[in-house]
């Protein structure tokens, strides 16, 4: 599926080379470049994080009974969970960018164009909430790959532990 999403990515940019020039991009093109990066850096990311496991995918007697390259895995797997996360993030917030360029340039003179400005700074305002709420989630930061010892159900929180704890 990734590879698809690439490929209409990419050919909406060779589209918009071929009709307006590569000169003449307009700001939603060059964000396009931006989600095509986020894309496949997330792909990449959430792969491996697949493949290497985390923090949250094991409890603490199963970690205790792995190797040490068994748990350096799993600090990788950490690690790049948290990665994909920002990038995941990055590219749900850079397609925002990309329609308020395009809605910019549909209301370009027009009364509209105040809307378009003021979802701008919204949408910028939210993208520093959630960076922050990712950032500050897990206290101090190393805990988010911490795996031995315990680093507390507030970094390793997931579907099946938080519907114990709700219990």
Known sequence: MSILGAAVLLIRLAVRARTVGIRNFCGDDYI?????????????????TYHLGTNVDF???????????????????????????????????ALKCCMLFFFGRLTSGLSMQTYVRWLSVGIVLSYIAV?????????????NWQVIPDPGLQCTVSAETSQIVAV
């Not at 894309?39 to 792969?47: F, H, L």
């Not at 190797?67 to 917030?93: C, F, P, Q, R």
């Open 32 to 48: 396009t470049l931006v989600v095509l990066l986020c894309y496949i850096g997330d792909a990449i990311t959430v792969d491996m």
């Open 59 to 93: 409890s603490q007697d199963q970690l205790k009974a792995m190797t040490h390259d068994e748990l350096h895995n799993i600090v990788v797997g950490s690690k790049l969970e948290l990665l994909a996360w920002y990038s995941y993030t990055a590219l749900i917030w």
């Open 131 to 143: 960076f922050l709420t990712i950032s500050c989630g897990c206290f101090p930061i190393q805990k």
